[in-house]
């Protein structure tokens, strides 16, 4: 067998960068530079135009590109009324020109000039970006007087751009989902009455609720304040030990997959190592759910909580949540006090502020509404 030719580098392609920085865009701002580069590069234009977030025809946010404004406060029209009628006839259509439109609908000429009563221009093109049966964004693109014609090679331009487009904005709107939801997932974390975290295989935290925060640095350092320059996290000492143990043995086993730790003085503080996973690329990699249990005897459960007691603590802040759940496990305020490191003075403070918050006066009532 003979041995393959080395091949030498191509010069690099202008155009082929730009086609990467549209395929690699991350959000609405770069896919609209790298449009208006790709479009500078093949097409004359009198400007330039992306709009997104369309509702009845009208865009909701846009960007504009003029080459030479006839003043400095110049903008183009934004909406498209001139075209809404051709594209409530036409869903779906992805290209399409100002003189299509008025072929089929002369009256979109009146329509142009109640819009903009002194264009620049006798020409347009479009590219409609679809959202089931609603155009979501257009590519708006104003020839100059002198270029109203469209060569064969700007055609297959723009046939070549359009895809390139719509799988970028559908990446970005995928990316804007995901964070969205991932907002409301961390949003509601930090709501409900536990003490929790989530650590990668490598130990780094991806996600930790403020109590879950306080609680690994009272498990590393106890009641000592963290120094200058120390590391503001560091996994609970001992718990990488554990994630073999929740790792279960390759078993789908819930029970299995749960390891358990005590903390080795503190009284009552423990975690909990829950195995879980997460996707890295194309493949599965494990990741681990840290949940810090408080309770005032050590190696004693907590009992489940039931939904209105979840919506009740909901109601308070992390700590007032664990001075709640104390005086509901039958401690006393001197105890309460005790167990986590405060005044009386201090508990007694916070108990008021339940009280108000829950609209009750009394530890029967906190001890029921906990039931």
Not at 156 to 175: D, G, K, N, T, Y
């Amino acid at each position: 067998m003979s041995a393959l030719t080395p091949q030498r580098a191509a010069p690099t392609d202008p155009h082929h960068a730009l086609v990467v920085d549209l395929q690699s865009a991350l959000d609405l701002e770069s896919i609209w530079k790298a449009c208006l580069k790709l479009v500078a590069s093949k097409l004359p234009h009198r400007s330039c135009s992306l709009m997104f977030n369309i509702v009845n025809y009208e865009p909701t946010e846009a960007r504009h590109h003029v080459v030479a404004p006839k003043n400095a406060d110049y903008v183009p029209a934004t909406s498209l009324t001139v075209s809404g009628p051709y594209l409530a006839r036409h869903p779906q259509i992805k290209l399409y020109t100002y003189s299509q439109i008025v072929s089929e609908d002369p009256d979109a000429h009146r329509r142009r000039l109640d819009q903009e009563p002194d264009p620049e221009w006798n020409e347009f093109i479009h590219l409609a970006f679809w959202h089931e049966a609603r155009p979501d964004a257009v590519l708006s693109i104003h020839r100059p007087p002198d270029h109203s014609l469209i060569s064969a090679d700007e055609q297959a331009f723009l046939e070549q751009l359009h895809p390139m487009i719509e799988a970028s904005l559908r990446r970005v709107r995928a990316m804007e989902s995901e964070h969205s939801r991932r907002i409301s997932y961390e949003h509601f974390l930090r709501q409900v009455p536990l003490t929790v975290m989530f650590v990668n295989a490598a130990g780094e935290s991806m996600f930790a609720n403020n109590e879950a925060e306080k609680q690994c640095g009272r498990w590393n350092r106890g009641l000592r304040a963290a120094e200058p320059g120390e590391a503001r996290f560091a996994l609970p000492g001992g718990v990488e030990a554990m994630f073999d143990g929740a790792a279960g043995s390759n078993t789908d086993d819930q029970a299995a997959a749960s390891v358990r730790l005590s903390h080795p003085s503190l009284k009552g503080l423990s975690v909990k190592i829950d195995r879980n996973w997460q996707f890295a690329g194309l493949q599965m990699s494990p990741s681990y759910v840290l949940t810090f249990l408080d309770e005032p005897v050590a190696g004693e459960a907590s009992e489940a909580l039931s939904q209105s007691a979840m919506l009740a603590l909901q109601r308070l802040t992390p700590t007032e949540r664990r001075v709640a759940q104390l005086v509901a496990q039958g401690l006393r305020n001197d105890k309460i006090a005790e167990h986590l490191s405060r005044s009386r003075r201090t508990i007694e403070f916070q108990l008021n502020s339940i009280y108000r918050k829950l609209e009750i006066s009394s530890r029967t009532e906190l001890v029921r509404a906990l039931s």
